[in-house]
């Protein structure tokens, strides 16, 4: 299984780690997440996005401590190269996300679609995502099949869903969310995010477990896990 854990989850373990106040609901959270790592039964990779929102702070060493305990040594590529991988592989497969090459010096490059926030959509829901999709596609030298890539596509609907959202105040971190979740949410048996982008990819039809830093919602990550690593247990896999 591949758990996530983007940025503002990150930090929130790692200032639990630290001993920082008002993050003791993480405890359990990470010592669920600890033992199914152990276990072998998921890993909780790095990215390049986190090394990109970082910016080599305070909070690097136990971000460095706290992936070597869960990653299982592995990481997320770069987005382009996620996408390219999709391109020719016409699909997903873990094996197109993850790899052993990461390094703490390499953030994420998001020239690319630098503008991309820019972008002026209009008319229905389906035709921002339309807009949007294939405004990806020319910028990123994507041809007409890549329209149902599902970074491509995942993409588009979580734009299309946040320009339809007049009171959303921008945010600077705002395109780094988009393409991190573009990038490994397809790959992701779970999520811990913001409840922004919690909501964001429920409502354009995300199915699979995504959690908020909101207390209840940790505990109910931490319970998550811990019936994962239960059944496993019964099953005889551990």
Known sequence: MLVYLDQNYASRVAK?????????????????????????????????????????????????????????????????????????????????????KGSWDQPADLDPLWDLLDLELEGSFYARVEQGARFVLKRLGLGEGALRLPFVSLLARLLAFRSLEATRRERLADLVDLLMAATVAPYADALGTDRYLREALQRVGYRRPVFSGRAAEVRAFADWLRMRRDEAQRQGLS
């Open 16 to 100: 639990y780690l630290l001993g920082l106040p008002y993050n003791e609901v993480f405890g359990a959270f990470w010592g669920e997440l600890r033992a199914g790592a152990r276990m072998g039964l998921w890993i909780a990779p790095p990215s390049p996005f986190h090394v990109l929102e970082l910016h080599g702070g305070y909070l690097l060493p136990t971000f460095r401590r706290l992936f070597a305990e869960v990653s299982g040594g592995f990481w997320v590529r770069p987005w382009q190269e996620v996408v390219r991988l999709q391109a020719g592989r016409g699909g997903i497969a873990l094996e197109d996300l993850l790899t052993r």
